[in-house]
């Protein structure tokens, strides 16, 4: 079974620096899709960024960027620019590459505050 | 942009009690998910469905039912409420056959079973 650890349940930064939260997985297979998702106080669950597992090339999406290694089966997290509307829960997903019906397994989540 | 609208924002209900959970979308979307979140647990699947009256059992799926009589609406249902099911529920939707889509949530439920 796919496993996700996020292994720093909570983290903290100061407005406009950087920070990177980590998250490794466990899959015995070639091909997958991995998302960060992002949870505001409000609490809707929305999209930050995906990485299709065939894609060498890491994803970037404006302030986010992650750093995708396959073999390590590592996927983090950088904010660049942090803002105080970055501060939320962030979790990791990891899926299996089949026609979108595939469930999401979650790792445990981290708790982002930004410090104006 | 996706609308997925759960019911209630929060609701309080007694042990024993059967309970329904309301989630609809408006995206046509194939896909609906049922999630209950907990402090520490993250996110765990309780039940999903592909199709209109299918169901698939997820991680965590005793003590629900669900129920899929249209595509757009997808239920969640505690047979007898109990303690133990005092939860943050989220329901999510995504499309089928479009490889890397992601699951769009509601803004949850937040149950409280007494």
């Known amino acids: 079974a796919q496993t996700v650890t996020q292994s720093q349940p909570e983290m903290s930064v100061q407005e406009a620096e950087t920070v990177t939260l980590s998250c490794t997985y466990d899959t015995s297979e070639s091909d997958y899709y991995l998302f960060w998702y992002k949870q505001p106080p409000s609490r809707q669950m929305i999209l930050v960024i995906r990485?299709?597992?065939?894609?060498?090339q890491n994803a970037t999406e404006n302030r986010f960027s992650v750093n995708f290694q396959k073999a390590a089966k590592s996927f983090s997290l950088k904010i660049s620019d942090s803002q105080l509307g970055d501060a939320a829960m962030y979790f990791c997903?990891?899926?299996?590459?089949?026609?979108?019906?595939?469930?999401?397994?979650f790792g445990t989540g981290t708790r982002l505050t930004i410090i104006p | 942009d996706v609308k997925v609208t759960q019911s209630s924002r929060y609701l309080v209900k007694r042990t024993g009690e059967k309970v329904f959970l309301e989630c609809v979308q408006d995206m046509d979307h194939e896909n609906m998910f049922w999630y209950r979140q907990d402090p520490g647990l993250g996110l765990r699947l309780i039940y999903f469905s592909y199709d209109v009256k299918m169901k698939e059992k997820g991680d965590i799926p005793e003590g629900y039912s669900v129920s899929r009589e249209k595509k757009e609406r997808f239920s969640l249902i505690l047979e007898s409420a109990s303690t133990n099911q005092t939860s943050m529920y989220l329901c999510?939707?995504?499309?089928?056959?479009?490889?890397?889509?992601?699951?769009?949530f509601g803004d949850g439920t937040r149950l409280s079973i007494l």
């Open positions: 990485q299709e597992a065939y894609k060498q």
């Open positions: 997903a990891y899926r299996r590459s089949n026609f979108g019906n595939e469930k999401l397994t």
């Open positions: 999510a939707s995504s499309f089928s056959d479009r490889e890397s889509q992601p699951q769009h």
